[in-house]
T-cell receptor
Framework: QKEVEQNSGPLSVPEGAIASLNCTYS??????FFWYRQYSGKSPELIMS????GDKEDGRFTAQLNKASQYVSLLIRDSQPSDSATYLC???????????FGSGTRLSIRP | NAGVTQTPKFQVLKTGQSMTLQCAQD?????MYWYRQDPGMGLRLIYY???????DKGEVPNGYNVSRLNKREFSLRLESAAPSQTSVYFC???????????FGPGTRLTVT
C-alpha cells in the first residue's frame, strides 16, 4: 500500500517563527509532490509543487525534497496567525493518473 | 474563470434516497476526481476520470457511481444513501493525471 505519512499535530508555533512541516512517502517512484493548505470548513488549496531534489521558494514558503530519504518538508517563515490551518502533503503514484494525500498536519500559530 | 464548481453546497438525505452531486471545471483540464473527507480520515479517493471517456475506481468506490458527461463535467451518484456516506465531498481537476489538483468548494452531505 503506497502511503504518505504526516504527523497529525497539532503543531504550535509562535508568531514570527519558522514553522516546519514534514512528510514521508513510501513509493520510491514518485516524481511529483504537492503541499496544500486547508482552512477549517474550506477546500484544500494548492500552495507549492516540487519535482526536483533541493529547495523551492515562493514568498514565505519553502518546499524541500529529498528523494533518497523519501522526505518532503514545508517551511513557513515569519509565521502569521492566518497560517493556522491543516497542511496536506501529496505525492503522485509512479506512472499513475492520481495523487495520494497524507492525512494532514494541523498548524496553530500563537500570537 | 470560476475554476471548479460543485452543486449543491449542502444536502440532507434520508437513508435509501438517491442523489447526484454535480461538478464542473472551466480550466480545460483532462482529469477529474471525487474525494470524500471525514474527520481524522484525510481525503479518500472515490472515483476518478483520467480523461474524457474513462473512469476508474479509487480507494472507496462502494455505494457510488460516476459519469464523465463531457470534458467539463463529472458527476457522482449515490443510488441508495446510507448514514456511513455522511461526509464532505470534494471534486477536483488537474491538467493531466498525477499533476497538481484544484478543488471545488465541497458538498456537505448528511444522511439520516
Amino acid at each position: 500500500q503506497k502511503e504518505v505519512e504526516q504527523n497529525s499535530g497539532p503543531l504550535s508555533v509562535p508568531e514570527g517563527a519558522i514553522a516546519s512541516l514534514n512528510c514521508t512517502y513510501s513509493d520510491r517512484g514518485s516524481q511529483s509532490f504537492f503541499w496544500y493548505r486547508q482552512y477549517s470548513g474550506k477546500s484544500p488549496e494548492l500552495i507549492m509543487s516540487i519535482y526536483s531534489n533541493g529547495d523551492k521558494e515562493d514568498g514565505r514558503f519553502t518546499a524541500q525534497l529529498n528523494k533518497a530519504s523519501q522526505y518532503v518538508s514545508l517551511l513557513i517563515r515569519d509565521s502569521q496567525p492566518s497560517d493556522s490551518a491543516t497542511y496536506l502533503c501529496a505525492s503522485q503514484y509512479s506512472s499513475a493518473s492520481k495523487i495520494i494525500f497524507g492525512s494532514g498536519t494541523r498548524l496553530s500559530i500563537r500570537p | 474563470n470560476a475554476g471548479v464548481t460543485q452543486t449543491p453546497k449542502f444536502q440532507v438525505l434520508k437513508t435509501g434516497q438517491s442523489m447526484t452531486l454535480q461538478c464542473a471545471q472551466d480550466m480545460n483540464h483532462n482529469s477529474m476526481y471525487w474525494y470524500r473527507q471525514d474527520p481524522g480520515m484525510g481525503l479518500r479517493l472515490i472515483y476518478y476520470s483520467a480523461s474524457e471517456g474513462t473512469t476508474d475506481k479509487g480507494e472507496v468506490p462502494n455505494g457510488y457511481n460516476v459519469s464523465r458527461l463531457n470534458k467539463r463535467e463529472f458527476s457522482l451518484r449515490l443510488e441508495s444513501a446510507a448514514p456511513s456516506q455522511t461526509s464532505v465531498y470534494f471534486c477536483a481537476s488537474s491538467a493531466r493525471g498525477g499533476e497538481a489538483q484544484y478543488f471545488g468548494p465541497g458538498t456537505r452531505l448528511t444522511v439520516t
